[in-house]
């Protein structure tokens, strides 16, 4: 099954400390989406990447968190000096081509929690 | 932005239809229709989507009314793993992004 992979499902930190979010989409897309869903709350868009560019990153905090797609690998989500308030699920999600009738393949998404 | 109306919950038995609706009364011409489902501790799921006419796959039907300022998605035979959170989209045109805007869907419960 070629879905969209998340790694790790679940990844503790304590404040201060980097979390890295990786995400492997479909095979064949190269558009990915990451979202975040905190506690209680709808899943919110951070940022849109095709391959080695960043399209879209109107939903991402402006500081502390990055994103990148490189030509080979996986896209990354880091997000530095962590706080309490960055405990959440973090979904990726891809897609073959762009496109409002294109639909988005989501992972099962990476679970942070801040000590 | 076109924005949907959706009922916070809805109850239904196993192995019955189930039809979920959405209003979007500010739908523009060239918006397309999505559906989304999140099972409990999952991503969300792909559902359909549709533009003007009905749309029909394995997982549901969408139906579209003809001012398109409505819409429902239909379960044709409810299973309990039809339990999840069903969350109607409207992609637009000219938005720059195709970042999903997800609203506080509709949380369909079904009985056995």
């Known amino acids: 099954n070629a879905g969209v992979m998340q790694n790790p499902r679940h990844l503790v930190r304590r404040r201060g400390q980097e979390a890295r979010l990786r995400c492997s989409p479909m095979?064949?897309?190269?558009?990915v989406y990451w979202y975040r869903q905190l506690p209680e709350e709808g899943l919110k868009f951070m940022v849109y990447?095709?391959?080695?560019?960043?399209?879209?990153e109107s939903g991402m905090p402006k500081e502390r968190f990055s994103a990148e797609f490189p030509k080979e690998g996986p896209s990354i989500l880091r997000i530095q000096q962590v706080v309490r308030g960055d405990s959440a699920a973090y979904f990726c999600?891809?897609?073959?081509?762009?496109?409002?009738?294109?639909?988005?393949?989501f992972g099962d998404g990476t679970r942070l929690s801040i000590l | 932005d076109a924005k949907t109306t959706q009922p916070n919950s809805m109850e239904s038995n196993e192995e019955e239809p189930v039809h979920l609706p959405c209003n979007h009364s500010?739908?523009?011409?060239?918006?397309?229709i999505h559906w989304y489902r999140q099972l409990p501790s999952q991503g969300p799921e792909y559902v359909i989507h549709?533009?003007?006419s009905n749309v029909n796959n394995r997982m549901a039907s969408l139906a579209i009314a003809e001012d398109r300022k409505s819409s429902t998605l239909i379960l044709h035979r409810a299973t309990l793993r039809d339990a999840a959170v069903y969350y109607c989209?409207?992609?637009?045109?000219?938005?720059?992004?195709?970042?999903?805007?997800f609203g506080k869907g509709t949380h369909l419960i079904i009985q056995p």
């Open positions: 999600a891809s897609s073959e081509n762009q496109g409002i009738n294109q639909p988005q393949h």
């Open positions: 095979k064949g897309h190269s558009h």
């Open positions: 990447l095709q391959k080695e560019n960043i399209i879209d």
């Open positions: 500010t739908i523009s011409g060239t918006d397309y």
């Open positions: 549709g533009l003007t």
């Open positions: 989209i409207l992609l637009y045109s000219g938005g720059g992004a195709d970042g999903l805007t």
